[in-house]
């Protein structure tokens, strides 16, 4: 597998869609290449950047006309 | 309103009570999601409760094929969508990354890495500054995808869902995205280690 191949494949392999055979010729190109193995470190820094990103919340008074919305149809 | 029952005597799944408790359940993300495609806090509040309004309109019709969390996230999807129409914005979610398998797209390219010791990438406010820049530089589509997947967490059937596209479709735009954002970062985090 050469190092364009495996990037093209790094998300479906970590989305587990990858066939058997092919995903284990991820992970050997991976533990044997280290600019790949950065590239993946790079890619599961990003995902934990964006997991620290604060959640957004319905803001109360929008909830509370929706709820009436609901109560008003009863 | 009597709450609509199936012919054969059982709650219909879609009714008064289960729109309240989705409103409970998801009305959160169901927000989120609007604002991520609005990015406009009194647009996205207007799409939700467009949505439940049409939600309980379309209560019979419901046919429970689908999650009624999932039925409601492409209401506010598609409420969304319209109302940026509605407002004269643009509102380019089409899906319009045709790069073909294989091209410039899809190689290593010459991306640095972030080359950075442990613990050094941290989200402080420069780094969420500079991922925010970032993701306007992708397409909506790719941003959209990403931002549904990895920062809201919500995974890749559910984002097809939502966004009435074959996963496999999902999975390319998701790629691109988180490709196309480790390159535009690397100088943010090369710079700071630099």
Known sequence: MTCDELYRRLTDHEEG?????????VERHLAECQSCHEIRHDLQDLSRLCREQASVELPVGVRRRIEGLLDSTA | MTTPLRADG???????????????????RLYSLALRITRDRDLAADAVQEAFATA???????????????????IVYTKSIDLLRARGREAPLVDEDKAAPGSEEDRV??????????DEILLGA????????ALTRITPMQRLVFELREVEGRDTDEVAGILDLPPGTVRVHLHRGRMRLRGLLADHFRGAVA
Request: proline share 8%; glycine share 10%.
């Open chain 2, 126 to 133: 420069e780094t969420r500054e500079a991922l925010e820049r």
């Open chain 2, 56 to 74: 309980l309109q379309r209560a019979e019709g419901f046919r429970g094929e689908s999650s009624i969390g999932t039925w409601l996230h492409r």
């Open chain 2, 109 to 118: 390219g010459g991306a640095p890495t972030w080359s950075r010791p442990p």
């Open chain 2, 10 to 28: 059982t709650p219909h799944p879609a009714n008064r009570e289960a729109l309240s408790q989705a409103l409970v359940d998801h009305g959160d």
């Open chain 1, 17 to 25: 869609v990858l066939d058997g055979n092919v995903c284990q010729e």
